[in-house]
């Protein structure tokens, strides 16, 4: 059987777009830390996956979250791509990409995102207490960790740039080794 | 949404599973000429109506079925280069359902080259269940529907 032509997947694609008929656009991408899969919502980057997460489950919860009418872009998402690539690959020094954090219900979980998203950058670091201060309650620096390690956007949204105060680097969504790796780049460690 | 009822699926996640056989249908149905246009017009046209499903289930042969409508109004709306005998003009008109279009597509042909296409393309039967209704082997089903479509296209390119 003749495979579809990715020129027919691409135009269905931005076709849909177009119109308004997607409620979500994913594209795959090969980095330096692994395949990532990233999901583009109504306004801006909803959802990244390392590889280790199926791509089943995570395309699923997409559809739950953002509507079924999810397709998938490589051009739609060109801009994203290149900024996530050239930032992975030490090519540029600041990912700055919108983020849409609908996936995230919990108000101080969401305002905690938003924190991280807006004020720490690149080569700074943060511990759990200090964003939890940051983010308007001091006191809730486990709810600070349980925003972090739900975090749906990785990478856009710095969560690996959040450590205990108690030493150490802590825990990682997608692994402690991708942390170091990340940090390492940014010049952090 | 009832509460078994399959949520749909990410609608990409179907068309990456059926893509490659939706095109060989489109093929079938629309000539290999125009299988890629019809199959990007069939896309579409399941994206716009996919939010309105009620539930996940028959998901591909739904979009079979999106797929021969997309190709019998691409055929009807493209112009004709040469006069062809025209199907009869009975319920061909803009309001006339899929089957109804599909019937004046296929009514040049006799009866016998018209159930294997009903069968088929309607239906959407497998080649199985097609011998079962024809009374024939699966093999003979295959055959017959192949040489209807053959029939069918050579009649309007004529």
């Known amino acids: 059987m003749t495979p579809l032509?990715?020129?027919?997947?691409?135009?269905?694609?931005?076709?849909?777009?177009?119109?308004?008929?997607?409620?979500?656009?994913f594209t795959r991408l090969n980095t330096p830390i692994g395949k990532l899969l990233v999901v583009q919502g109504p306004e801006g980057i909803a959802r990244i996956g390392f590889e280790e997460e199926p791509e089943d489950a995570l395309l699923a919860g997409v559809a739950a979250e953002l509507g079924p009418r999810v397709v998938a872009s490589d051009r739609e998402?060109?801009?994203?791509?290149?900024?996530?690539?050239?930032?992975?690959?030490?090519?540029?020094?600041?990912?700055?990409?919108?983020?849409?954090?609908?996936?995230?219900?919990?108000p101080f979980r969401r305002a905690v995102l938003e924190t991280l998203h807006d004020t720490v950058r690149r080569g700074e670091v943060v511990t759990y207490g200090k964003l939890a201060e940051r983010s308007g309650n001091p006191r809730a620096f486990r709810a600070a960790a349980t925003a972090c390690a739900r975090n749906p956007v990785p990478l856009v949204v710095p969560c690996h740039r959040v450590l205990p105060s108690t030493g150490?680097?802590?825990?990682?969504?997608?692994?402690?080794?991708?942390?170091?790796?990340?940090?390492?780049?940014?010049?952090a460690l | 949404m009832t509460a078994n009822a399959p949520a749909l699926p990410p609608f990409w996640s179907?068309?990456?599973?059926?893509?490659?056989?939706?095109?060989?249908?489109?093929?079938?149905?629309?000539?290999?000429?125009?299988?890629?246009d019809v199959l990007q017009d069939a896309f579409l046209r399941a994206l716009r109506a996919y939010p309105?499903?009620?539930?996940?289930?028959?998901l591909r042969a739904w979009l079979y079925r999106v797929t021969t409508t997309a190709a019998i109004d691409a055929h009807r709306s493209r112009p004709r280069e040469r006069p062809v005998a025209e199907p009869p003009e009975v319920g061909v008109s803009d309001d006339v359902d899929a089957d109804g279009a599909f019937e004046a597509l296929i009514a040049p042909l006799p009866e016998a080259a018209r159930e294997p296409l009903r069968l088929r393309f309607v239906e959407d039967l497998d080649y199985d269940h097609i011998a079962g209704r024809l009374g024939c082997t699966p093999q003979a089903a295959r055959q017959r529907v192949s040489t209807a479509v053959r029939t069918l296209r050579e009649r309007h390119a004529a």
């Open chain 2, 14 to 36: 179907l068309v990456e599973a059926h893509g490659d056989e939706l095109l060989a249908h489109a093929r079938r149905v629309a000539g290999p000429e125009h299988a890629e």
């Open chain 1, 77 to 106: 998402l060109a801009a994203a791509r290149d900024a996530i690539s050239s930032y992975l690959e030490g090519d540029a020094s600041v990912l700055d990409l919108p983020v849409d954090l609908r996936f995230v219900h919990a």
């Open chain 2, 52 to 58: 309105r499903l009620r539930h996940g289930e028959h």
């Open chain 1, 5 to 25: 032509p990715d020129s027919l997947l691409e135009a269905v694609a931005s076709a849909a777009v177009r119109e308004g008929l997607a409620d979500a656009v």
């Open chain 1, 168 to 187: 150490g680097i802590g825990n990682y969504g997608g692994g402690v080794a991708r942390k170091r790796v990340l940090l390492e780049l940014e010049g």
